[in-house]
């Protein structure tokens, strides 16, 4: 099993920046792929980025290109989702995903563990 936590969540005016992180424990000596997903009040779950285990494969949905950056740090078994040029419409639950692969993917159901939920306003 993978425990994951994220933090770095907020309140942030339009244009501002966030630093959302999200730590794992518990089977992290696997090679798990990693994402971050957001629901916004009446949407269904989306992706927003993904990362392979070795970093070498890293994308994002068409919105946040060019705005968002994801990393990770294995040694610590975190993962982080940059943002900037933060909007309203980014407004959103975000969540970290953990899949039992190397391989990042956008499907939602290909995803075996998730964190809590972080809440990330964006206000005009």
């Known amino acids: 099993q993978v425990q994951l936590v994220e933090s770095g969540g907020g309140l942030v005016q339009a244009g501002g920046s966030l630093r959302l992180s999200c730590a794992a424990s518990?089977?992290?000596?696997?090679?798990?792929?990693m994402a971050w997903f957001r629901q916004a009040p009446g949407k269904e779950r989306e992706f927003v980025s993904g990362?392979?285990?070795?970093?070498?494969?890293?994308f994002y949905e068409d919105s946040v290109k060019g705005r968002f950056t994801i990393s990770r740090d294995n040694a610590k078994d975190t993962v982080f989702l940059e943002m900037r040029s933060l909007n309203p419409e980014d407004t959103a639950v975000y969540y970290c995903?953990?899949?039992?692969?190397?391989?990042?993917?956008?499907?939602?159901?290909?995803?075996?563990?998730w964190g809590q939920g972080t809440q990330v306003t964006g206000s005009s």
């Open positions: 995903a953990a899949r039992n692969s190397p391989f990042a993917v956008s499907t939602i159901s290909r995803y075996g563990y």
């Open positions: 990362i392979s285990w070795s970093s070498g494969s890293k």
């Open positions: 518990g089977r992290t000596s696997s090679n798990f792929a």
